[in-house]
């Protein structure tokens, strides 16, 4: 078959893109990753066969991304991989490429046979890759015919994680693969039930839960990218403030520069940790509005009575401090809009086109305010 042949034949991907290079032929991922234990004989070829047990190496990159630490590169090869010993009735399980989400899938899988087909999410997790689209038709369809995963099951059913639906058409999927998606439980964890029920979900495997548990986990990565963007801040404000005061370098860091410094750290604090825990029981329904008020909280605690650091401070600087770290928590505050389950797409974008022009403002409002006071100083 020539090129033009073969682009008419992909003709049917959504929005007419232009195929990829390499799109659809033949690959299987490398048997050289450290969690490959062996391959496992296929008609397409020797498949890498993967063990249920995450080793120590596992969890330490677990711990590792969980802090934010080499996340955008702790990825899986795309492609077809082997769990126990599966065969042609085996069932098909699908999975992003990122390594926690493959690891939590293949874990769940202990004591089984089974096909896990990886698509190339660019190292992201399912849910949000499914909003980015790399968890999508096109990828899916790619995946099923690179693998060639018609010569190696006899079936035609892929079990896809429910939360990959918002990037899939499975209508499109069957049209143009054969393989019938069926849409699996939430979460992972009730895998065993679902294939042991005949691939059936009971309704409470429909719902996605946040319970403080799933929000304690997002803590230490959402922290570190808050302490990302404050601690520029931080060193701007203490600079800023030792060249301008009219004490010591020393002095005026001290006095002038520390307590914007504060603020900075209780809006991420604020933002980061407090949002997230008391999530169901601070006021209001928009994540910028809670980000706020448990900013307002933790200023109250430590700037009650205008006398921080033992020193008498005017209200322009008071009130640069208030707006600074009000600005910077309710901003940290609603970047957990993307990771809960008490939001909609439509209620994100409506939420940060009224709340990012009033954040940018307190902030600038903030620092100007601060500004004026040193010179008032």
């Not at 991304?65 to 098909?92: C, K, Q, T």
């Not at 190339?120 to 038709?137: E, I």
């Not at 069957?174 to 069926?182: A, D, L, P, R, W």
Request: aromatic share 10%; proline share 6%.
């Amino acid at each position: 078959m020539n090129q033009t042949s073969t682009d008419n034949a992909m003709a049917f991907l959504p929005m007419a893109k232009k195929i990829p290079a390499g799109a659809g032929e033949f690959r299987l991922p490398s048997a050289d990753q450290p969690f490959v234990q062996g391959t496992v004989a296929t008609p397409a070829g020797p498949v890498p066969q993967v063990g249920t047990a995450l080793s120590r190496q596992d969890l330490y990159g677990h711990f590792r991304v969980r802090w934010n630490i080499g996340r955008n590169h702790f990825m899986v090869e795309p492609g077809l991989y082997a769990v126990g010993n599966p065969n042609a009735d085996s069932p098909v399980l699908t999975s992003a490429n990122y390594k926690m989400s493959f690891d939590l899938l293949r874990q769940a899988l202990a004591g089984r046979d089974a096909w896990i087909l990886v698509l190339d999410t660019k190292g992201v997790n399912v849910w949000c890759a499914a909003g980015k689209g790399t968890f999508g038709t096109e990828e899916m369809l790619d995946r099923i015919k690179a693998s060639r995963l018609h010569e190696i099951v006899a079936h035609q059913k892929l079990i896809v994680p429910q939360l990959g639906a918002p990037g899939l058409e499975a209508h499109a999927v069957k049209k143009y693969s054969g393989f019938t998606i069926i849409y699996g439980p939430v979460s992972v964890a009730d895998i065993p039930n679902f294939l042991d029920n005949d691939c059936q979900a009971g309704p409470e495997m429909r719902i996605k839960k946040f319970p403080l548990r799933d929000r304690i986990v997002l803590v230490p990565v959402e922290l570190m990218q808050g302490l990302k963007q404050g601690i520029p801040f931080m060193f701007v404000f203490l600079l800023i403030a030792g060249l301008a005061g009219k004490e010591s370098f020393a002095e005026a860091v001290r006095i002038h520069g520390l307590p914007p410094v504060l603020s900075v750290l209780l809006a991420i604090i604020a933002g980061n940790i407090l949002t997230p825990l008391l999530l169901p029981w601070l006021p209001g329904r928009a994540f910028s509005v809670k980000g706020a008020i448990a900013g307002l909280v933790l200023f109250v605690i430590f700037f009650t009575g205008a006398t921080a650091f033992s020193i008498q401070y005017s209200l322009t600087e008071q009130a640069s401090w208030l707006l600074i770290t009000l600005a910077i928590s309710s901003w940290l505050g609603m970047a957990f809009t993307g990771a809960s389950t008490f939001t909609s797409l439509n209620g994100v974008k409506k939420e940060m086109l009224r709340a990012m022009p009033l954040q940018f403002f307190s902030l600038v409002v903030g620092v100007i305010l601060w500004g004026i006071s040193l010179r008032m100083s």
